[in-house]
Nanobody, 127 residues
Framework: QVQLVESGGGLVQPGGSLRLSCAASGLYLNYYTIGWFRQAPGKEREGVSCISNSGGSTYYADSVKGRFTISRDNSKNTVYLRKNNLKPDDTAVYYC????????????????????WGQGTQVTVSS
């Protein structure tokens, strides 16, 4: 049974940092692209970042470029999202998702591209 479990969310002040983790089980992570998505209240789920199965390609939404960094450790079956200089607009539930194979640079941000999803972790940016 495939499981993706997010952790690392919480309450942080504007300008602060967090590192989210996505731990995978039941699949061989080396074969999967992992994406991070977020959904704020009343808004659609949006793609934030993804990292290819090889780790050689990464993609970011314009809103997080230069502030978020995605990485992976296949030996630990875990993908990370380091978030710096957090803003109130970053408040959302963050989800990780798995896509078999390599990402398409034009569709990586689409929720329909991904096969497996985690349950999400809440991130709140507030003073």
């Amino acid at each position: 049974q495939v499981q993706l479990v997010e952790s690392g969310g919480g309450l942080v002040q504007p300008g602060g940092s967090l590192r989210l983790s996505c731990a995978a089980s039941g699949l061989y992570l080396n074969y999967y692209t992992i994406g991070w998505f977020r959904q704020a209240p009343g808004k659609e789920r949006e793609g934030v970042s993804c990292i290819s199965n090889s780790g050689g390609s990464t993609y970011y939404a314009d809103s997080v470029k230069g502030r978020f960094t995605i990485s992976r450790d296949n030996s630990k079956n875990t993908v990370y999202l380091r978030k710096n200089n957090l803003k109130p607009d970053d408040t959302a539930v963050y989800y990780c998702a798995a896509l078999l194979g390599s990402p398409n640079r034009y569709t990586w941000y689409r929720t329909t591209s991904y096969e497996y999803w985690g349950q999400g972790t809440q991130v709140t940016v507030s003073s």
